[in-house]
């Protein structure tokens, strides 16, 4: 079973995630507002965002997930709220696929809603990834997080949309995966999604379904290689 509680084990994956999180962390200085992703990958930056804390950076965070949060406390990282701080400067996170027009997939930990929520909050938006999950065609299943109540419902909708729909299922409870919103996962399978776009309005429609993990507004994304860490910065406007 994968530990998404720390960092990877794999070691040349672990080194490209950790060397992504370090470059991307040198985008935080004094005074920022901070959203912190969820997963192995953020957990790199989390670390150094308190190594840099520790060394007198004045920053706030905030969380996307009790991984995050617990995180951010184990490493003595001032925490706020969303409440609190509904703008924030930028936001760091991990991701399970992304294209080249930086068209992302994310939810491999459940806590795609909470970071789609800040990504919408973050005036820039800064993903962190070794390079096997950069594709020329995204065909990760996609997660969507619904109302358990809804469920069957919104595995009909994904049916009709072609999808293959599959309740994500908890590793170390009986059951399923309960997200940290109390609702259920399903993944969903569309093979290679040819217009994410399309999908993300498509699936955004589902009622029933809360949030699912497509993100289009993607500003930045740091990819670490065996050759070094390479940074894809979004043209244009963002979505
Ligand atoms: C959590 C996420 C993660 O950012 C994504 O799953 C990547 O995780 P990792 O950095 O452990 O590979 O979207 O919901």
Known sequence: M???SSH???SDKSREKEASALSAVTLIADGMIVGIGTGSTAAYAIAELGRLVAGGLDILCVPTSYQSEMLAAQQKIPITTLSEHPKLDIVLDG???IDRNLVAIKGGGAA????KVIAHAASKV?????????????????PIEVLPYARTLVERGVRALGGIPELRMAARKDGPVVTDNGNFVIDADFGTIDDPARLSDELSALVGAIEHGIFL???EVHIGTSD???VLKRQGLRK
């Open 217 to 219: 507004n993607v500003d």
């Open 95 to 97: 991701a399970d696929q």
């Open 126 to 142: 800064v993903l962190m990834v070794d390079h096997e999950k950069v594709v020329p065609g995204l065909d990760h299943e996609v």
């Open 2 to 4: 994968k530990d998404r």
């Open 228 to 230: 070094g860490v390479k």
């Open 112 to 115: 795609h809603t909470r970071e």
């Open 8 to 10: 990877d084990t794999s």
